[in-house]
């Protein structure tokens, strides 16, 4: 089986009823990529095939829904994303715990994960979690649990829960989620230095439509944004980062253990040769680019360590509201602690990782890891 642009185009085509492509080509360059990618390494299983078809026609389908009601509402191009968080760092550092943390203050705006491929029209004023596409999301999680319980033991993200900013990129086909859910080594390294401008143009207005009937302060997670965090500053100028640390080595065998397991679900089995060829540099990246930037705008950067993070949550975050210089209410640290008491670690299950699976051993990541140690000394006893 093999894809072309042209089929994914149709199909976006046919699931919007017919809306003008989209706007800018930007988004041709990484999808051809990846289709070539798709047919030079023959992986895909048929239920593979299919699910990237359907993954690349709603992220095309999605990006063609923005356009269209941005030209239909023109207004919205000029209304500021102000003030905005990401939540950044290596993969598996806590940036879900914190970014759930945060939703849970009602002054704060997250995009829930039903919205990535719903964005427009936006929910309706205060129906954020009683939208019918958001009950429609929501009554899949049971579902999901059930057939991909080793994934959700790892990661798991309720239809009404915050998401990812992977969604929105994706719909111009330059994101990290498409480089590691399957086989393709030139998207993968090519999206590792294209230039982001058109993603993040794309992320911002989608953004605009979203705040647009539910405003607030906007608090956006994406590990990835780690790689491309100088084109966060010059999309959103007054951006604040949170970069998460914890121990890059536990980090990244969880990380390995957790795409391992998604993987299987679309190609002829895991990957791990893939995955140790081109993951290592990839997380190295992670932790050089922000510690490069972070050195110029040391103002604008909170550093996060997980065990702080875990060993007391909410004074932690009171310690990340007085450097935004927010009030941390009371209706704040009440969802917080809500939250925790609703959401205990592991609770859909221990998430359970190791190298060895891999075909890897601590050594060999030691020298993607050296420079970042050194700044920040978060590593500890070798994995048992």
Request: charged share 25%.
């Amino acid at each position: 089986m093999s894809l072309t642009l042209d089929d994914i185009l149709a199909g976006a085509r046919a699931k919007t009823g017919g809306l003008p492509d989209p706007d800018s080509g930007s988004w041709r360059e990484g999808l051809g990529i990846l289709l070539c990618d798709h047919a030079r390494e023959n992986r895909l299983t048929e239920r593979g095939w299919a699910s990237v078809r359907n993954r690349y026609v709603d992220c095309l389908a999605a990006r063609m829904v923005v356009d269209d009601w941005h030209r239909r509402h023109p207004d919205l191009a000029s209304t500021p994303i102000e003030r905005p968080v990401f939540i950044l760092g290596m993969p598996r550092t806590g940036t879900t715990m914190l970014s759930y943390l945060f939703e849970s203050d009602p002054a704060v705006r997250a995009m829930l994960r039903w919205e990535a491929y719903n964005l427009a029209p936006p929910a309706a004023p205060g129906a954020l979690r009683s939208d019918p596409r958001c009950l429609a999301e929501v009554a899949k999680d049971e579902g999901i649990l059930k057939a991909a319980a080793k994934v959700a033991a790892a990661h798991f993200e309720p239809g009404d829960s915050p998401t990812e900013c992977v969604h929105l990129v994706a719909q111009d086909f330059r994101s990290m989620m498409l480089a590691v859910t399957t086989t393709t080594p030139t998207y993968h390294d090519w999206l590792l230095f294209t230039d982001m401008e058109s993603a993040f143009g794309h992320r911002k207005r989608a953004l605009q439509i979203l705040q647009s009937t539910n405003p607030g302060r906007w608090v956006l997670k994406m590990p990835s944004d780690a790689l491309f965090v100088r084109q966060i500053f010059k999309t959103f100028p007054d951006a604040r980062v949170i970069w998460t640390h914890r121990d890059p080595y536990a980090a990244a065998a969880s990380a390995f253990g957790m795409r391992g397991a998604s993987r299987a679900f679309s190609e002829v089995d895991a990957g791990a040769e893939y995955m140790r060829r081109h993951f290592p540099l990839q997380f190295a990246l992670h932790l050089a680019r922000p510690l490069e930037v972070s050195r110029e705008r040391p103002g604008d950067f909170y550093h996060l360590y997980y065990d702080t993070l875990v060993g007391d949550p909410v004074a932690e975050m009171r310690r990340v509201y007085h450097w935004l210089g927010d009030a941390f209410t009371p209706d704040a640290e009440s969802g917080m602690t809500r939250w925790l008491g609703e959401n205990p670690q592991n609770k859909h299950g221990k998430h359970v990782y190791s190298y060895e699976e891999w075909g890897l051993t601590r050594d060999d990541m030691t020298p993607y890891f050296a420079d970042y140690l050194k700044e920040h000394p978060v590593a500890k006893a070798p994995l048992a």
